[in-house]
C-alpha cells in the first residue's frame, strides 16, 4: 500500500510518539516542542509548508545563481502569469487522480477548444457581429467552454459506463484531440485575437493596474478574516475543541501579509517605457523627467488562476460531490455501498477537467495572441506533474487544490529560472524530469514517516 | 453463557412478537436449494449467531433479509407484520443495516465524513455542514465508543477495532433496529475482538437486535445469545448458547447432530 495517511489538519494530539511528524529533529528538545506546539495550535498543513519551502529554496537559489535577476517584481510577475495556465488545469488533475483516474488528454483537449475560441473571434464572430464586438470574447469563451464540456463529458461516459481505464481513454484522446485540432483549420495558426479576450492573456493591458490590485487584495484579507471568525463561530456552537486565539491571530497575520505582499510586488513592476510614453502621448499626460511609472498590478490570467483555484477548493471541500470525489478515491466499493452514483461522479469529473482545459486555453491563447496546431502539447505532463508535485496520490483519495497549484508555480519556476540561466531546452527537461521524480520519492520518505 | 439472563430468559414475555421472523425461506440458483425452508427469529435487544461452513447457506439467508437477493418461497415478517425487502433500501427502511466483513468504509476521510457518506447534512446554502455532522458523530460515537477521540483523523489511522466502530455507527446513526454483521471480528487481534464485544452488549442494552454470522464458533458464542446453525442450506437446529456447550455446536455444524439442549430444524441429522 502507498497510499498513506497525510492528515490534512494534524491531530491535535499526539498520543504516539511517532506521530510527532511535524518536529525537526533538534537537539534542543524544549525548542522543538515550541515548533511542534506552533504546528499543532495553527493546524497548518505541514506537507504543504514543506512545499512552500522547497519553493522558496529555489527561488533564493535562483536569486543567487543569476546575480538578482529571479526575485525581481518583473520576473516574478511574469512567472504568475506564466503558471496560470497549467495551475488551472492541475486543479481539475487532483480530482481525476484523487478518483484513482488519469487524464492525458488535457493538453489536447486545450490545443482543440484553444482553436476552436481562435476560429470563433477571428473568423466566425466577425462575419456575424462585425469586428470589435464587445460581445466577441465572451462568445468565444463560451464556445470554448461548452466544446471542452462535451469532449470531457464524453471521455467520462466512456470511462464510467462503458468501463475503458481513464488512461486508454485519454490517451486516444490525447491523439484524437490533437488530430481534430489540426483539422479546425487544416494546420493554420489563426490570429490575432480579440482585444478584448486577449486581456485574459495579460500583458500591460491585461492586468489590473494598482489600484484595483489593493482593492483585491484587501478584499481577500477581508474573507480570510471572515472565514477565520466563521470556522471559529460554528466550532463554539457545538462547543468543540477550538485553536488558541493567537493561533487564529498568526493565521489571518500570515494570510493578509501573504496576500498584500503578493500586490506589493505585481505593482511594483511598472510598464515597460515604451508603452508608459506612448500611453502618456495618447492621454496627453506630459513625460516626467524621472520616467512615468505605471504598475502593471495583477495580471488577470492570475487572477482568473486564483478564482479557479478558490472555486475548485470550495467544490473539493465544501460539496457534496467533492467528498464523494474523495470517497471514491479512498474505497470505490464502500462509495457504491453507501449509495453514492460512483459512475455520475466520473463523468462530472471528466466534464470538469474538459471545462478548466478550455479556460487554460483562453489563457494561452490569449496571451500568444494566437491559436495554433501545437498549443498545449506536454501540459498534460506538466499539469499531471503539477498535482503530484503538490501531494496528490496516485494512488488515489489524496491531494488537494492548493498544493497541486503551488506544483505548477514550482515547475514553472524550475523552468523559468533555468531560462535566465541560459540553459537550452532539452536540459531544462531533463531537470524537471528529475525533479518530479526526487520530489514523488520525498513525498513517499515524508508519508512513511509521517505514519 | 448467562451473563445477560434477563434479556437471554424472557424476550417474549416483553416482546410480543420477534423483531424479525423469517418463515420458511427457500431460494435456489439454478435448480441448487442455497436455502431450504430455513426459518429464523430475532428478538429486540437479542444477538443471534448464524454458524455454519462456507456454502451452508447461511450468507445467502441473510442477505434475503438485508435486501441483496429475493426469497422464492417463505416470509419475513418484521414485528409481526409481513414485509416486502426487494433491494437494499426496502431493507433500511425497515430499520435494517448491514455491516459488511470489508466494513466499507472509506479509509481517506474522518469518521464523520464516513457516518454521513451518502447522507451528507447540509447548511441551507447547499454546502456541507461539516461542523453539525461532528458534533453528532461525536454524540453517537461517545455512546459506542467513549474512548474514541480521533475525529479529524481519515479513517485509515485508526485501528481494525475503531474502523468497526465507526462501520457500526454508520449503521446505527440512521436508527438501525436491527443490525446484521458479518464476520464481524474476523480480522481484528483480541483486545480489539473485546472491543467489539463491549459495543454488541452496547447495543444489545439499546434493544437493537443483531445477527452475527460467522464460520467460526469461537468468534461469536460468547457474543450470541442464541445460535443458528446451517448446514447444506437448512437450519440443523437452534440453541440458547446457555443450553448447548462449543464443542456441542461443533457437532451440529460438522456432522449435522443436534444434542438434547438445542431445538432441531429441518436440516437435523436422521438418527438412524
Redesign the interface.
Known amino acids: 500500500m502507498a497510499d498513506m495517511t497525510q492528515p490534512t489538519t494534524p491531530p491535535p494530539h499526539t498520543s504516539t510518539g511517532t506521530s510527532a511528524s511535524t518536529s525537526t529533529p533538534t537537539t534542543r528538545a524544549s525548542d522543538g516542542n515550541l515548533v511542534t506546539r506552533f504546528f499543532r495550535a495553527t493546524e497548518i498543513d505541514t506537507r504543504l509548508l514543506g512545499m512552500v519551502g522547497a519553493l522558496l529554496i529555489i527561488w533564493i537559489g535562483f536569486h543567487i545563481l543569476t546575480g538578482g535577476l529571479f526575485l525581481t517584481p518583473r520576473n516574478l510577475w511574469f512567472l504568475s502569469v506564466q503558471t496560470a495556465s497549467v495551475a488551472v488545469m492541475a486543479t481539475g488533475m487532483v480530482l481525476v487522480i484523487v478518483t484513482r483516474n488519469i487524464d492525458l488528454s488535457v493538453g489536447s483537449i486545450l490545443g482543440f477548444t484553444g482553436m476552436i475560441m481562435g476560429v470563433l473571434q477571428a473568423q466566425l464572430l466577425p462575419a456575424w457581429l462585425g469586428f470589435d464586438h464587445p460581445a466577441t470574447w465572451i462568445l468565444a469563451l463560451a464556445g470554448g467552454v461548452i466544446v471542452g464540456g462535451l469532449i470531457g463529458t464524453l471521455h467520462g461516459v466512456i470511462i464510467a459506463f462503458l468501463n475503458v481505464p481513464s488512461f486508454i481513454v485519454t490517451l486516444g484522446g490525447l491523439l484524437v484531440w490533437r488530430g481534430a485540432t489540426w483539422y479546425v483549420t487544416s494546420g493554420q495558426t489563426v490570429a490575432p485575437m480579440d482585444a478584448n479576450f486577449r486581456l485574459m492573456g495579460g500583458g500591460t493591458e491585461g492586468s489590473i493596474g494598482a489600484t484595483w490590485s489593493w482593492v483585491v487584495g484587501v478584499i481577500a484579507c477581508l474573507a480570510i478574516i471572515a472565514a477565520i471568525i466563521n470556522a471559529r463561530h460554528q466550532r463554539k456552537r457545538f462547543h468543540f475543541p477550538r485553536r488558541p486565539l493567537w493561533a487564529e491571530y498568526v493565521l489571518a497575520a500570515l494570510g493578509c501579509a501573504i496576500v498584500l505582499g503578493v500586490v506589493s510586488i505585481a505593482n511594483h513592476y511598472y510598464w515597460p517605457v515604451n508603452i508608459a510614453r506612448r500611453y502618456a502621448e495618447a492621454n496627453g499626460i506630459a513625460w516626467p523627467e524621472t520616467g512615468l511609472l505605471i504598475p502593471h498590478g495583477i495580471a488577470i490570467p492570475v487572477l482568473i488562476a486564483v478564482g479557479v483555484g478558490i472555486v475548485m477548493t470550495f467544490i473539493a471541500t465544501r460539496l457534496r460531490f467533492g467528498r464523494y470525489v474523495f470517497a471514491i478515491g479512498g474505497n470505490p466499493e464502500a462509495a457504491e455501498l453507501a449509495g453514492i452514483k460512483t459512475r455520475w461522479v466520473t463523468v462530472k469529473i471528466f466534464m470538469l477537467m474538459g471545462v478548466l482545459c478550455a479556460i487554460a486555453a483562453a489563457i494561452s491563447t490569449a496571451r500568444l495572441n494566437a491559436a495554433t496546431n501545437a498549443q498545449g502539447e506536454l501540459d498534460e505532463l506538466y499539469t499531471i506533474a503539477a498535482a503530484v508535485i503538490g501531494g496528490t496520490s496516485l494512488s488515489g483519495g489524496i491531494g488537494t487544490i492548493a498544493g497541486a497549484m503551488l506544483g505548477a508555480l514550482l515547475m514553472q519556476s524550475l523552468q523559468s529560472g533555468m531560462v535566465l540561466l541560459g540553459i537550452d531546452t532539452p536540459f531544462q527537461r531533463v531537470v524537471v524530469g528529475m525533479v518530479l521524480v526526487i520530489a514523488v520519492w520525498l513525498d513517499t520518505v515524508y508519508r512513511a514517516r509521517a505514519k | 453463557m448467562t451473563d445477560i439472563p434477563n434479556t437471554t430468559q424472557a424476550p417474549s414475555a416483553t416482546h410480543p412478537h420477534p423483531l424479525v421472523e423469517m418463515k420458511n425461506i427457500s431460494i435456489s440458483f439454478g435448480g441448487i436449494h442455497a436455502v431450504d425452508d430455513a426459518s429464523v427469529d430475532l428478538y429486540p435487544g437479542e444477538v443471534v449467531a448464524l454458524l455454519g461452513h462456507n456454502g451452508a447457506g447461511k450468507s445467502t439467508l441473510i442477505k434475503v433479509l438485508s435486501g441483496a437477493y429475493r426469497r422464492d418461497e417463505g416470509d419475513i415478517l418484521i414485528n409481526g407484520e409481513p414485509a416486502e425487502i426487494r433491494n437494499p433500501?426496502d431493507a433500511k427502511k425497515f430499520g435494517i443495516e448491514t455491516i459488511?466483513q470489508?466494513?466499507?468504509?472509506?479509509?481517506?476521510?474522518d469518521a464523520a465524513?464516513?457516518l454521513y457518506?451518502?447522507?451528507?447534512l447540509?447548511t441551507k446554502w447547499?454546502?456541507?455542514d461539516d461542523?453539525?455532522m461532528?458534533?453528532s458523530t461525536?454524540e453517537v460515537m461517545g455512546r459506542l465508543n467513549p474512548n474514541f477521540?480521533?475525529f479529524?483523523?481519515?479513517v485509515?489511522?485508526l485501528s481494525g477495532g475503531q474502523r468497526q466502530s465507526v462501520a457500526i455507527a454508520r449503521a446505527i446513526l440512521f436508527d438501525a433496529r436491527i443490525l446484521i454483521m458479518d464476520e464481524p471480528t474476523a480480522a481484528l487481534g483480541p483486545q480489539e475482538t473485546a472491543q467489539v464485544g463491549d459495543l454488541i452488549k452496547q447495543l444489545k442494552r439499546e434493544g437493537i437486535g443483531i445477527f452475527l454470522i460467522s464460520h467460526d464458533i469461537h468468534d461469536v458464542f460468547d457474543l450470541a445469545d442464541r445460535v443458528f446453525v446451517m448446514k447444506n442450506g437448512k437450519v440443523v437446529g437452534h440453541a440458547r448458547t446457555g443450553d448447548v456447550t462449543k464443542d456441542e455446536v461443533l457437532g451440529m455444524i460438522i456432522l449435522g447432530k443436534v444434542p438434547p439442549g438445542a431445538v432441531p430444524g429441518p436440516g437435523a441429522m436422521k438418527v438412524a
Do not use: M
Not at chain 2, 470489508?102 to 476521510?109: K, M, R, S, Y
Not at chain 2, 457518506?117 to 451528507?120: I, Q, V
Open positions: 433500501r459488511y470489508t466494513l466499507a468504509v472509506a479509509d481517506n476521510v465524513a464516513n457518506l451518502g447522507r451528507e447540509r447547499g454546502t456541507l461542523v453539525a461532528e458534533a461525536r477521540r480521533r479529524k483523523e481519515p485509515k489511522a
